[in-house]
């Protein structure tokens, strides 16, 4: 079945301004909706950070504006994921709010409908009413997780969290299946920052205009039904955005992709390549690296095994693997530093995706109908993984961390067992669902156009909103 693609729709008048965090997971989904409300008729300016920013020539079609962030280089290079939400928090809100204002008084000709915003700047709300214009979210993880973030209060009464050792394994019997040791965490130097920043997001989230979901209603309607039954504000499930417009191959991406493992895919049968990626931000160490190294050597199945500059703690790349492992191979294993994802998940090659379940990685798979296995690291992705485990049954989760006899009997199950075969046709029903939904009638469909009307109902409300 074809992914529905947009056809470009004639020009609104109307003006949005996007405001994407600077970070690959969520760069991406924030530029998809960017195209797909362009096809719908919209003006797009982009407001981008100096840090982790994207070139505008690859994106011709949208008018860029970048703020200073004033990171210094080690708070750029700045491992800990809070300390660097922070730091983007401090630096960015004085120069968006004045590139905000000198937009909304210089964008005369085409009116500002609204500003589309991540609930991870939490700042955005202030100034965007403060300059009397409505904003709505966009949330880059699924809509499970966000449920899960939403039921804090009440994990903090039932004494779910802070999470203890001793309860770990136990199941949430108020998120079943979800288990303590799934419920979704940022270690941090100073933990109190990370319930700082949840409930700051569900504040800025009740009093929003709206709410994007890069999700689609078949995949996760129970949570969708709690996200609206708890912040009362309209719900748009459009996704998955990626399937909605034409690929932008490269254009987002902040490393430069590496294409020699297309031709490498090219070269093997299909269905028998194990496709290994942890995202842009999870990090390993040495111990756990030989562990994948060795787990997917043993497994006699081919690999493609994206080693991101930083994946290893304290190497540079590949140096902790020992001299001859690739070539002992045999041409079995490919390794990049970086790859064209979606395309690499489109591949016929592919027959399983062995992913960390960042939000946008477990959808990407999800439409591409690719069996998963799931080591999830932090956040969300703790929540994706048991949705893909134990709720979707489209994946294996390595529940007892990175061990090579766990991988290697992750592979053969998904690969060689019946199990595999259920699993596969799982997937692949849901990836018809997504492609379903994006079609003429389909919930996405339908729901994007409510969302277009929505943005446009907003114009009433500015009229008021600055005749106050
Ligand atoms: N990605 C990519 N090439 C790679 C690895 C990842 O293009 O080699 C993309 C992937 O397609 C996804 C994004 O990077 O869109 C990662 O987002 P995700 O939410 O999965 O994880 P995060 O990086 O935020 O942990």
Redesign the pocket.
């Known amino acids: 079945m074809s992914p529905c693609k947009l056809q470009m729709e004639q020009r609104k008048g109307r003006r949005l301004i996007l405001f994407p965090f600077p ?4 760069i ?1 989904p924030m530029l998809e909706l960017a195209n797909i409300l362009h096809f719908k008729g919209f003006s797009i300016t982009i407001i981008q950070t100096n840090f982790n920013s994207l070139n505008p020539s690859t994106h011709p079609q949208f008018t860029f504006h970048s703020i200073s962030d004033d990171l210094s280089e080690s708070e750029a290079a700045e491992d800990d994921l809070l300390l660097l939400l922070s730091h983007l928090n401090t630096k960015c809100s004085e120069p968006f709010r004045e590139c905000l204002a000198t937009l909304l008084s210089s964008l005369t000709e085409e009116p500002v409908a609204c500003l589309i915003c991540d609930p991870l700047f939490d700042f955005t709300q202030s100034v965007a009413e403060s300059l009397k214009l409505p904003w709505i979210l966009l949330r ?1 993880s699924g809509a499970s997780s966000t449920a899960v973030y939403s039921a804090f209060p009440l994990l903090w009464e039932k004494g779910y969290i802070p999470k203890q050792d001793s309860r770990l394994e136990e199941t949430v019997t108020e998120l079943s299946p979800v288990k303590v040791k799934d419920l979704p965490m940022i270690h941090s130097s100073d933990p109190e920052r990370f319930f700082k920043l949840v409930r700051s997001i569900t504040y800025e989230t009740k009093d929003s205009y709206g709410y994007i979901f890069n999700t689609f209603e078949d995949l996760e309607q129970d949570a969708l039904a709690t996200i609206r039954k708890k912040f009362h504000i309209p719900v748009f499930p459009i996704g998955p955005f990626h399937k909605c417009v034409p690929a932008t191959t490269s254009a987002n ?1 902040l490393l430069s ?1 590496d294409r020699s493992c297309i031709s490498w895919l090219n070269t093997q049968a299909p269905k028998s390549v194990i496709y290994v ?1 942890f ?4 990090a390993i160490n040495e111990a756990q690296f030989l562990e994948i190294g060795w787990g997917l050597a043993n497994s006699k199945q081919s690999f493609l095994w ?1 080693v ?1 500059p930083g994946l290893v703690q304290g190497s540079e790349w590949l140096e902790p693997l020992p001299s001859g492992f690739l070539e002992s191979l045999n041409g079995m294993g490919h390794i ?1 530093k ?5 395309e690499v998940l489109a591949h016929q090659a592919v027959g399983v995706f062995w ?2 379940t ?5 959808l ?1 798979g999800i439409c591409e109908g690719v069996p998963m296995i799931c080591i999830p690291f932090f956040a969300d ?1 703790m929540v994706n993984a048991r949705y893909v485990s134990d709720v979707w049954k489209i994946g294996l989760q390595l529940e007892v961390g990175i061990k090579r006899e766990e991988i290697e009997r992750a592979i053969r199950r998904l690969m060689m067992e019946k199990e595999g075969e259920e699993i596969r046709d799982r997937v692949s029903k849901l990836k018809d669902m997504a492609n379903l939904c994006l079609k003429q009638g389909g919930t996405s469909y339908q729901s994007l156009d409510d969302l277009i009307n929505h943005i446009l109902s907003l114009e009433s409300l500015i009229t008021k909103l600055t005749s106050q």
């Open positions: 970070l690959q997971g969520h991406n880059t991406s992709q990626s995202g842009s931000i999870a994206v991101r990049v970086w790859a064209p994802q979606k992913t960390h960042g939000w946008n990685s477990t990407e992705q």
